[in-house]
């Protein structure tokens, strides 16, 4: 049996561990959780994760342990865990921007550290995962985490080198879209129309076009020339988006969640 370990069992993590447990790894894996919200830590027990009352313990009982909190939570935790951590340990960290050569500097040399960029849609089986790793972990180890990331969605593998400039592409732009929905609402609440017939036409939208995008074959060039007619309405409203320079604050908004993960690494 798999001995597979949480710190923090806040929703990211909650989500992670059923995952799993709805899974066919669910007979192989035996999962245990910290945090220090009672309330987390009961809702775990709920779904049949065995609780413990110290991060220390987890690290204690688990080949794989998995760091889901704050990124300024984790100085304090690696304080506790630090000498509980061996070789053997698999570490699997979802914080954005901390390196596998951090978690080696506060634990042991050449750690084994897997870093992952999950999101959100997770939460739903609809998550797109992003995961690299040190060079001391094993194919078997490394294919056992792609495996629980696999059981809540799709995941890729990407150079560790760029664990940071994915985080834009994947861990933070759930939020992005949802801005860019919330504005196309509020145009429809703006010109009448009952916001709940809106939020579920955009939304349906956006579900059918990333359809399009993974299942169609199509470029996204043919895609958007399918939608747009010469003269029509797609073509005044694309030369709109152009014309503000969407693709600018596109690339804004990427580089400042990059830079901002690498300033979260130092």
Same mark, same amino acid.
């Given at each position: 049996?798999?001995?597979?370990?949480?710190?923090g069992?806040?929703?990211m @993590?909650?989500?992670?561990?059923?995952?799993i447990?709805?899974?066919?790894?669910? @007979?192989d894996?035996?999962? /245990?959780?910290?945090?220090?919200?009672?309330?987390?830590?009961?809702?775990? =027990?709920?779904a049949?994760?065995?609780t413990?009352?110290?991060?220390?313990?987890?690290?204690?009982?688990?080949? #794989?342990?998995?760091?889901?909190?704050?990124?300024?939570q984790?100085?304090e !935790?690696?304080?506790?865990?630090?000498?509980?951590?061996?070789?053997? &340990?698999?570490?699997?960290?979802?914080?954005?921007?901390?390196?596998?050569? *951090? /978690?080696?500097?506060? &634990?042991?040399?050449?750690?084994?550290?897997?870093l992952?960029?999950?999101?959100?849609?997770?939460?739903?089986?609809? @998550?797109?995962?992003?995961?690299?790793?040190?060079?001391?972990?094993?194919?078997?180890?490394?294919?056992?985490? %792609? =495996?629980?990331?696999?059981?809540?969605?799709? *995941?890729?593998? !990407?150079?560790?080198? =760029?664990?940071?400039?994915?985080?834009?592409i994947? @861990? $933070? $732009?759930?939020?992005?879209? /949802?801005? #860019?929905?919330?504005?196309?609402?509020? *145009?429809?609440?703006?010109?009448?129309?009952?916001?709940?017939?809106? &939020?579920?036409?955009?939304?349906?939208?956006?579900?059918? $076009?990333?359809?399009?995008?993974?299942?169609?074959?199509?470029?996204?060039?043919?895609?958007?020339?399918?939608?747009?007619?010469?003269?029509?309405?797609?073509?005044?409203g694309?030369?709109?988006?152009?014309?503000?320079?969407?693709?600018?604050?596109?690339?804004? %908004?990427? =580089?400042?969640? &990059?830079?901002?993960?690498?300033?979260?690494?130092?």
């Amino acid at each position: 049996m798999t001995k597979v370990g949480f710190i923090g069992a806040g929703n990211m @993590g909650y989500a992670i561990m059923k995952g799993i447990l709805g899974s066919d790894m669910k @007979g192989d894996i035996e999962l /245990y959780a910290f945090d220090k919200a009672e309330a987390a830590l009961e809702r775990a =027990k709920a779904a049949g994760v065995t609780t413990v009352g110290e991060a220390a313990e987890v690290v204690e009982k688990c080949k #794989y342990v998995f760091f889901a909190i704050k990124p300024q939570q984790l100085d304090e !935790v690696l304080d506790e865990v630090a000498d509980k951590v061996t070789k053997d &340990t698999v570490i699997v960290s979802i914080l954005a921007g901390v390196t596998d050569e *951090y /978690y080696a500097k506060r &634990t042991v040399e050449g750690a084994k550290v897997v870093l992952v960029m999950p999101n959100t849609p997770f939460l739903l089986g609809e @998550g797109a995962t992003a995961l690299s790793h040190s060079d001391s972990v094993t194919d078997e180890e490394f294919e056992l985490v %792609c =495996k629980v990331f696999a059981s809540g969605g799709i *995941y890729s593998v !990407v150079p560790k080198d =760029k664990m940071k400039e994915i985080i834009a592409i994947n @861990g $933070s $732009s759930p939020a992005f879209i /949802y801005l #860019y929905a919330q504005y196309f609402i509020e *145009y429809a609440e703006s010109v009448g129309i009952d916001k709940e017939a809106a &939020t579920a036409l955009f939304a349906k939208s956006l579900i059918g $076009s990333a359809k399009m995008i993974t299942d169609s074959g199509k470029s996204l060039d043919e895609l958007i020339t399918m939608v747009s007619s010469k003269g029509g309405t797609t073509i005044a409203g694309l030369e709109q988006l152009r014309g503000n320079d969407l693709k600018k604050a596109v690339d804004d %908004c990427c =580089k400042a969640c &990059t830079k901002r993960a690498y300033e979260l690494s130092k």
